[in-house]
């Protein structure tokens, strides 16, 4: 028995070395053959030195809609901007998760860019950094916000909340909420590190993938071989996108069977408060650092899909961040009228593919918060605001 052990243990031996030695000279071969990989899918650096691989242009293509993403020098999305605050520029940072970020539009059609032409259009000399990273809640943020942003030294940190933001930090204390420091956070995010390593950084996994892509996705085969102007504009031509019941079904389906969505309770659980309670500890922890070095901050909430289209959506989220904001003097906007009002006339995401905003949609929350901005004398350094504690803006 014990020989036939051992037989079995040199066979599986060998034939994983066989194995190992077959696929390094197929990754040999790709490389010096065919230039793979060619970082197709390199789209974050697996270290904390940057929000996005520096000096990149990035085709963005793993999802409903392709999109081109374009980094500056310093690693953020957007134009080139120095590290050093220009004289007589009032320097907006906008912090927070994919909404910020800007999945599945590009540059110019993202909430910051277009925010920063819209106060830009009123006479505003302002520069808005893109300080997002997409799949982050609060203490990401503040990660980012202490090893990014306050070395750039803004006016104002404008933080677009997202419901999936409290539902993302079930189970994480408080003190891990204030005192993350790595982007490498857990073994969710140790696995996609790996995940992008294999993927990304091998020509074969890189070529398995394109093809796998391939196959899948006509979007993906449409933007690989060059897409015309005309077929860019149609990307957020969505099957079904009129039918705004049925897109309603589909988002409210699709968050009772994927999280704990407190977008869906006209009651919070016990979890739930003490998630939401949590959320504002560490709310408070980003206020204090950033008035510290006489940054003011802004909270802006943005509405999800049912809360636009359905006018019996419950608004306790809405209503216990609103309070969490005035106690600690945060102005708070809830741009969900605006987004309401737009809604009727246009079509702002992308569902019921996905619920992430279209360019439309981006615009909507670049226009409410720009608008605030503006009239509550927040685009101003170093000066005295005339900001309320909360607002509306419709």
């Not at 081109?68 to 590290?83: A, D, H, W, Y």
């Not at 993202?110 to 006479?123: F, G, I, N, S």
């Not at 996108?241 to 968050?255: M, S, Y």
């Not at 608004?315 to 009002?341: M, N, W, Y």
Request: proline letters at 5%.
């Amino acid at each position: 028995m014990g020989r036939k052990c051992f037989a079995i243990l040199r066979y599986i031996a060998w034939l994983g070395l066989s194995t190992a030695l077959v696929l390094l000279a197929v990754e040999g071969t790709l490389r010096l053959a065919f230039g793979l990989p060619k970082g197709l899918f390199y789209f974050r650096p697996v270290d904390n030195q940057s929000l996005y691989l520096p000096n990149a242009t990035l085709q963005m293509v793993m999802g409903p809609v392709p999109y081109t993403v374009k980094t500056n020098s310093l690693g953020f999305r957007g134009p080139e901007i120095t590290l050093e605050k220009p004289a007589g520029l009032v320097r907006i940072a906008a912090i927070g998760d994919s909404v910020t970020d800007g999945f599945y539009v590009d540059n110019d059609d993202t909430y910051p860019a277009q925010m920063e032409r819209v106060l830009r259009e009123r006479a505003v000399a302002v520069e808005v950094v893109n300080a997002a990273r997409g799949n982050s809640s609060i203490d990401l943020e503040y990660a980012i916000l202490r090893r990014f942003v306050l070395r750039l030294k803004p006016d104002l940190v404008v933080l677009a909340f997202v419901a999936n933001d409290i539902d993302d930090l079930r189970g994480v204390g408080r003190e891990n909420l204030i005192n993350r420091d790595s982007f490498a956070f857990g073994p969710e995010q140790a696995a996609a590190a790996s995940e992008t390593l294999l993927l990304a950084r091998t020509a074969l996994g890189e070529l398995v993938l394109d093809a796998s892509l391939r196959m899948r996705f006509e979007n993906y085969r449409r933007f690989q071989r060059g897409m015309s102007v005309t077929e860019r504009a149609g990307r957020y031509t969505i099957p079904g996108q009129e039918d705004q019941v049925e897109c309603l079904r589909v988002f409210v389906e699709q968050h009772a069977a994927r999280n704990d969505s407190v977008l869906l309770y006209k009651a919070f659980t016990p979890q739930q408060q003490e998630t939401i309670a949590n959320y504002a500890y560490a709310l408070g922890h980003m206020h204090q650092t950033l008035a510290a070095q006489g940054t003011r901050l802004l909270f802006v909430y943005t509405p999800g899909y049912n809360e636009i289209h359905d006018p019996a959506a419950p608004r306790i989220l809405c209503a216990a961040l609103r309070k969490s904001c005035e106690e600690q003097g945060i102005p708070f906007v809830d741009t969900t009228p605006a987004f309401q009002t737009a809604s009727k006339k246009e079509i702002l995401d992308l569902a019921p593919a996905d619920f992430h905003y279209n360019p439309a949609g981006n615009r909507v929350l670049a226009e409410a918060v720009g608008m605030y901005i503006a009239e509550n004398g927040l685009a101003r350094p170093g000066a005295e605001s005339t900001l309320q504690t909360e607002g509306e803006v419709r």
